[in-house]
Antibody, heavy 116, light 113 residues
Framework: EVQLLESGGGLEQPGGSLRLSCAAS????????MSWVRQAPGKGLEWVSA????????YYTDSVKGRFTISRDNSKNTLYLQMNSLRAEDTAVYYC?????????WGQGTRVTVSS | DIVMTQSPDSLAVSLGERATINCKSS????????????LAWYQQKPGQPPKLLIY???TRESGVPDRFSGSGSGTDFTLTISSLQAEDVAVYYC?????????FGPGTKVDIK
């Protein structure tokens, strides 16, 4: 079964850090670009970051540039999002998504709450 | 950045009737390599992740009922549910994957009238 499973979310204070992980199974992880997409409470979807299949290139939305780092370990079939200098506005459910044509596979999401 | 807009914000349709959602991009999302539009539609139900319905503006994802169809090109796109079923109550998003940031529309909530 094709599956993405996120972990690493939780409650963090402003200025703190969290590292999200996304474990992939059921497909050739190293062949596909991957993305992180977030959804603030009661709001719409916001694309956060993407990484190429090889991991050689990464892309970010402006609001997280310099604070978040996307990476992947193709030997472990795992995608990561290192989130530093967290802000209240980063509070959201974070989804990892596999990119084929559009985002065809999504995880169930991990909740990140940034609050003092 | 390509800005995506959707209309209406919400709509209520009787069971069995047609629902139409519009999506507009601020610039073309035509992918020159294959002459196809890099536009996807997703369905999201409460407490669930989004589900891909349509990609390349009009290609239905495997397993998606044929009452869902996508059309349009350039900057104007439409998602049509030909005969609304109770299980179609959800929020629908369009997204461009032509260039980063891969922006989403604000969503359209579909309910039963």
């Amino acid at each position: 079964e094709v599956q993405l499973l996120e972990s690493g979310g939780g409650l963090e204070q402003p200025g703190g850090s969290l590292r999200l992980s996304c474990a992939a199974s059921g497909f050739t992880f190293s062949s596909f670009p991957m993305s992180w997409v977030r959804q603030a409470p009661g709001k719409g979807l916001e694309w956060v970051s993407a990484i190429t299949a090889s991991g050689g290139s990464a892309y970010y939305t402006d609001s997280v540039k310099g604070r978040f780092t996307i990476s992947r370990d193709n030997s472990k079939n795992t995608l990561y999002l290192q989130m530093n200098s967290l802000r209240a506005e980063d509070t959201a459910v974070y989804y990892c998504a596999k990119r084929r044509d559009g985002f065809d596979i999504w995880g169930q999401g991990t909740r990140v709450t940034v609050s003092s | 950045d390509i800005v995506m807009t959707q209309s209406p914000d919400s709509l209520a349709v009787s069971l069995g009737e047609r629902a139409t959602i519009n999506c507009k991009s601020s610039q073309t999302v035509l992918y020159s390599s294959n002459n196809r539009n890099s536009l996807a539609w997703y369905q999201q139900k409460p407490g669930q992740p989004p589900k891909l319905l349509i990609y390349w503006a009009s290609t239905r994802e495997s397993g998606v009922p044929d009452r869902f169809s996508g059309s349009g090109s350039g900057t104007d796109f439409t998602l049509t549910i030909s005969s609304l079923q109770a299980e179609d109550v959800a929020v629908y998003y369009c997204q461009q994957y032509h260039s980063t940031p891969f922006t989403f529309g604000p969503g359209t909530k579909v309910d039963i009238k």
